[in-house]
């Protein structure tokens, strides 16, 4: 009989959502020392993040040792996706917290055994709110919207791409059935935070996605 697969659930506690800056300062420490890259994947509800996290594990999980934290309300859907291309995840149910936050991060560091891991990608709950007032520790965050959300998508979340270091739009795919303006999309994002770095992808067919290897430096 097969394993039934679970989702951690983490009880949060409210000292520790105040503190959340300095413990995601302690993960990114733990981290550093155990030699993991981590990144946090976050975006809107269906944009594509769970998609691009599938297509770069495709291209790097011959030259790294890779783990996947999944981020979700209720379900196991994204990490049992992952998990299709042999790569090693955790399935955390947030129940009703909208983000992930750093306690999340250290109770992953805390009970399991990372020294098998050189990176480390986490998606975050599929929402452009709530993971603004929670960083984890990551060494970068990347923001993900797609086409289908509409050309004001960036304009009308501003937060999310002030305090992220890339912004991929994504679903370019679609761009002749869909009525956007890709260029008012990048010039949002750039008047917003003028450093952060836009890559256009596509998750279906793959375009991009190497872009997005390289300026992650994995
Ligand atoms: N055409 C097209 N479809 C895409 C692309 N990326 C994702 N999709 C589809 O969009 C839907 C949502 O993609 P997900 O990868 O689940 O999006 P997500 O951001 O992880 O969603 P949540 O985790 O629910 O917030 C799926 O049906 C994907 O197949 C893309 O680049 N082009
Ligand atoms: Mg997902």
């Known amino acids: 009989m097969s394993e039934k697969k679970t989702s951690l659930i983490i009880e949060l506690n409210e000292d520790l959502i105040e503190n959340n800056d300095r413990l995601a300062e302690q993960n990114k420490e733990v981290l550093k020392k155990k030699n993991i890259r ?36 209720a379900t196991r859907i994204d990490a049992d996706r ?41 998606e975050n709950v599929g929402n452009l709110i709530c993971p603004s007032d929670f960083i984890l520790g990551t060494e970068k965050r990347i923001v993900i ?26 679903k370019l795919d679609l761009i002749d059935v869909m009525d956007v303006n890709l260029d008012k999309m990048v010039e949002d994002a750039k008047k917003i ?10 998750a279906f067919n793959g ?12």
């Open 38 to 73: 981590a990144f946090d994947f976050v975006g809107a509800i269906g944009a594509g993040k769970t998609a691009i996290i599938e297509n770069i594990t495709k291209k790097i999980a011959q030259k790294h040792k890779l783990l996947v934290i999944n981020g979700d309300v």
């Open 82 to 122: 992952i998990e299709k291309h042999g790569v090693q995840t955790i399935q955390i149910n947030t129940g009703r917290e909208c983000a992930l936050n750093s306690y999340h991060i250290s109770q992953v560091i805390k009970n399991y055994d990372l020294n098998e891991v050189d990176i480390l990608f986490i």
């Open 145 to 170: 919207v797609s086409i289908t959300e509409g050309e004001w998508v960036i304009q009308k979340h501003p937060m999310l791409f002030k305090m992220s270091d890339i912004a991929v739009i994504n």
């Open 193 to 202: 935070n003028p450093n952060i770095k836009i890559i256009k992808t596509s």
């Open 207 to 218: 375009d991009g996605i190497p872009n997005l290897i390289d300026t992650l430096e994995i």
